[in-house]
């Protein structure tokens, strides 16, 4: 995978190193005598440095306001603003660099306001073509991001399918209602609104967005409501929610599939069952889910693909977030397995738009 800070200060040292090697050989075919002093040399290459650093000040600052996220409506007249102003910088930085050279100017046409709003255009217009370049760059590597996270996520929704939709567990289900209706006509009604709410969601989850962590925790219990009709005094239910949780958007059906897994590779091969937790946290705007089940992770090892895509959940957290979420699965003693995932608060219109 290409190193994108790497990437970033190639290009940019290259590219005003190159603006500096265009403005002496501009400087030279100007000369009379087709020479270029070495001051006019430190001079262009002070100058490309200059710029280099403004551009990457102005970088940090619209990555830092979100510029990325707008729309071309509100972005177009930020950029020009933007890149005006940096012309100016440029433009009076230049002056300092010039007498400390000893590079002659006449002070009268330095301050010049037709000169300093000619040249200050120039520089303005070299920023523009910088800030399409950088705009573009990130514009088309979101949208390569966004269809491999479209790809991903059919494939978790075909995993999810596949577990929640089988006739195994539909079987098993109905089942466990059937057996409710007679004894206890409340709770089994209970149930299949249960088990309606698994199905409508798995179904028609936002393939491209985030869901709302309040819609993902209500699809968590409806599940393991579900399941303890299944499982009975052999599965336990813990919870411990903190309410700033509610703040948070989370990748849809991605907790679910965690608690899931924990009932399949852990809680359903003991004999006499185990507990279920579900505990969230915020710490430094990022939203910590610890899930514990009862069982044990043999010699560590990761959980199997064709569970229920644990190595798909690294991926869809990875295309997501970057490397600002972390997720593992550890064993805590010998009685208990712990998975954590550590999502980050930030701003998620533009994967929303998609």
Not at 156 to 170: A, D, T
Request: aromatic share 12%; proline share 3%.
């Amino acid at each position: 995978m290409v190193n994108k800070h790497r990437l970033y200060w190639t290009l940019q040292i290259s590219g005003w190193l190159t603006y500096a090697m265009l403005q002496m050989g501009g400087s030279i075919i100007q000369s009379a005598d087709q020479q270029i002093s070495n001051r006019r040399v430190l001079f262009f290459l002070l100058e490309a440095t200059i710029c280099l650093f403004i551009t990457h000040g102005f970088r940090l600052f619209l990555n830092r306001g979100h510029w990325l996220d707008l729309g071309m409506r509100r972005l177009i007249p930020k950029v020009i603003a933007g890149v005006f102003i940096l012309s100016l910088i440029v433009y009076f930085v230049r002056v300092p660099v010039s007498l400390s050279l000893g590079i002659s100017f006449d002070p009268e046409t330095v301050f010049d306001l037709g000169q300093i709003l000619g040249l200050s255009s120039i520089y303005a217009f070299i920023f523009f073509v910088w800030s399409v370049f950088y705009f573009t760059y990130h514009y088309f590597e979101r949208y390569n991001t966004s269809l491999k996270y479209e790809a991903y996520m059919k494939e978790i929704e075909l995993n999810n399918l596949k577990s929640q939709l089988n006739p195994h567990f539909i079987f098993n289900a109905l089942n466990s209602i059937r057996a409710l209706v007679d004894e206890n006509p409340l709770k089994s009604k209970q149930a299949i609104n249960q088990l309606s709410n698994i199905l409508r969601t798995s179904l028609t989850f936002d393939k491209k967005g985030l869901a709302k962590f309040d819609d993902e925790l209500k699809m968590v219990k409806d599940y393991l409501g579900l399941e303890s009709i299944r499982f009975e005094e052999r599965l336990k239910t813990e919870f411990d929610i903190h309410p700033d949780s509610h703040d948070f958007y989370v990748p849809p059906l991605m907790i679910q599939t965690l608690v899931e897994n924990g009932i399949k590779h852990g809680i359903s091969k003991l004999t006499g069952g185990g507990v279920i937790q579900l505990k969230t946290s915020i710490d430094n705007d990022r939203l910590k889910i610890h899930i514990r089940n009862s069982g044990h992770l043999h010699n560590g090892a990761k959980r199997s693909k064709k569970g229920l895509g644990i190595e798909n959940t690294r991926q869809r957290l990875k295309l997501i977030y970057g490397d600002e979420a972390q997720f593992k699965m550890v064993n805590e003693g010998e009685t208990f397995v712990l998975t954590e995932l550590i999502i980050p608060q930030k701003k998620y219109e533009s994967i929303n738009r998609r």
